[in-house]
């Protein structure tokens, strides 16, 4: 299920990853700009609308350390696990609530907690599966208000680069987006939208 070869840049498939409780949201309005612009330049992307699926954070109950999967929970994460083994780019796009991402992306983030493997004291050593495979990550923030640090839009960027970072993706890009609520708004900004699309066509 693991390959530890350092994947190929030509036709990158790209997992998509929306973590919006609202449809139609922004978040997903950005996520189609860069997706379909990484189409257009030859990609393979899949998205995944985290409020459409069946699936809990994770309980904590370590079975995977030994499966060397989560088997601890069978719901629709297990499909999501199969599309990330396959994608070496992953775009995580996010709100901002209450300062940090949604509890949405929080619990998807918790769920990638299978793929770590530790050694047999804790605290101790640990890796993570999926490093050493030249996996990127894009990561995109929404927040209300205008200030970085009023909006939460510095804490959400780093604990999502410190979570992947930790699971071996290299952060390839961040897009912090400032400034937007209202479902839909950021259609209206063409800057932003010209900055997700050049986004997408880097990616492929």
């Not at 205008?146 to 604990?159: A, C, N, V, Y």
């Not at 912090?176 to 997408?200: M, N, W």
Request: net charge positive.
């Amino acid at each position: 299920m693991y390959n530890n070869t350092v994947m190929n840049s030509a036709g990158r498939k790209i997992l998509g990853i929306s973590g919006s409780p609202r449809h139609s949201s922004n978040s997903d309005a950005l996520l189609r700009e860069i997706l379909g612009a990484a189409a257009k330049a030859g990609a393979q992307p899949r998205v995944v609308c985290l409020r459409d699926l069946h699936f809990s954070s994770c309980n904590g109950c370590e079975q995977c350390r030994a499966a060397k999967r989560c088997t601890g929970l069978d719901d629709d994460m297990q499909q999501v696990y199969r599309a990330i083994d396959t994608a070496d780019t992953l775009v995580l796009v996010t709100p901002i609530h209450n300062y940090n991402m949604t509890a949405l992306m929080k619990a998807f983030i918790d769920r990638l907690y299978c793929y770590y493997e530790f050694g047999p004291q804790r605290p101790g050593e640990w890796r993570s599966r999926l490093a050493g495979q030249g996996r990127r990550v894009v990561l995109v923030a929404i927040g209300e208000q205008t200030d970085e640090k009023d909006s939460g839009m510095d804490l959400t960027l780093e604990t999502l680069r410190r979570s992947m970072t930790a699971l071996g993706y290299e952060t390839a890009a961040e897009l912090p987006v400032l400034g937007v609520y209202y479902r839909g708004q950021v259609l209206d900004r063409s800057k932003i939208l010209k900055q997700a699309a050049e986004l997408g066509r880097s990616l492929a």
